[in-house]
């Protein structure tokens, strides 16, 4: 079961690097220096987990691997991150956007992850699922506040929805890693996931006046595969580690 526990944290681990790091963008540009500190906050929220996971990840490998190895010497596809998270941050609206539907699916993910009969996971998901309920009502009540405000901010939260929506169905996806770990009594089920998340999102978009998109865009983050973004945030997020191999500060 090593190989896929590995994915399978390598994945949750993944996701939350990189969301963080697309938080993390906004420090000193956001709207108001209240969002400045907050969208800080949750980024390092994410980055705490990230550590956890990827120490984790390194310890099921089995290679010597660290959780600094992981997030600074790899390649972008061998990343394995949902492609949701990597979407840039565009503006004020597409940020909470993507937060709302990351924070949405992670809560309840995590929720269930509390369950795990890993140890591990399950200790992680417990200590991370308070978290991402402050990170889920933070984006849902900007959510409302800028969807039923003026219609400058309703026009920019829909076109943040409507740019963004098409990587949900990867969240929900199940592939041979998911069901193994499912079946193990150590994954989440996403299958039974979706509906809880369509709810909630859906009781938001209906508050904010925001009509629910469709359309798919084809994404396989979770198997590697991915957008031309990752490989940006990448290259700025381990430069100092691939210019000065090793160094320690």
Not at 97 to 111: D, I
Not at 144 to 159: N, P, V
Request: with cysteine; proline share 3%.
């Amino acid at each position: 079961m090593s190989a896929p526990l590995f994915t399978y944290t390598l994945r949750l681990g993944d996701s939350c690097l990189i969301m963080a790091q697309r938080l993390g963008e906004w420090t000193g540009h956001a709207p108001v220096l209240e969002e400045d500190i907050a969208l800080g906050n949750l980024g390092l929220d994410l980055l705490g987990q990230t550590r956890s996971l990827l120490t984790y990840a390194g310890q099921i490998e089995g290679e010597g691997r660290t959780e600094d190895d992981l997030a600074f010497l790899r390649d972008a596809h061998d990343f394995r991150n949902i492609t949701l998270v990597e979407q840039p941050n565009g503006d004020f609206g597409q940020t909470i956007a993507r937060h709302l539907l990351f924070a949405g699916w992670y809560e309840l993910v995590l929720a269930d992850l509390t369950n795990s009969k890993d140890q591990t996971l399950a200790a992680v998901a417990e200590k991370g699922v308070k978290e991402m309920a402050y990170h889920w009502r933070h984006s849902a009540e900007w959510t409302i506040r800028l969807g039923d405000g003026t219609e400058e901010s309703h026009r920019r939260m829909q076109a943040g929805l409507d740019a963004l929506w098409g990587y949900t169905p990867e969240l929900f996806r199940m592939d041979a890693v998911d069901e193994a770990m499912l079946a193990a009594g150590v994954g989440a089920d996403l299958a039974a996931v979706q509906p809880r998340w369509d709810a909630r999102i859906d009781s938001v978009l209906a508050q904010a006046t925001l009509t629910r998109p469709t359309g798919v865009i084809q994404s396989n983050g979770k198997q590697g595969v991915h957008s031309e973004y990752l490989g940006h945030i990448l290259a700025e997020m381990q430069f100092l580690q691939r210019a000065y191999p090793g160094m320690e500060w």
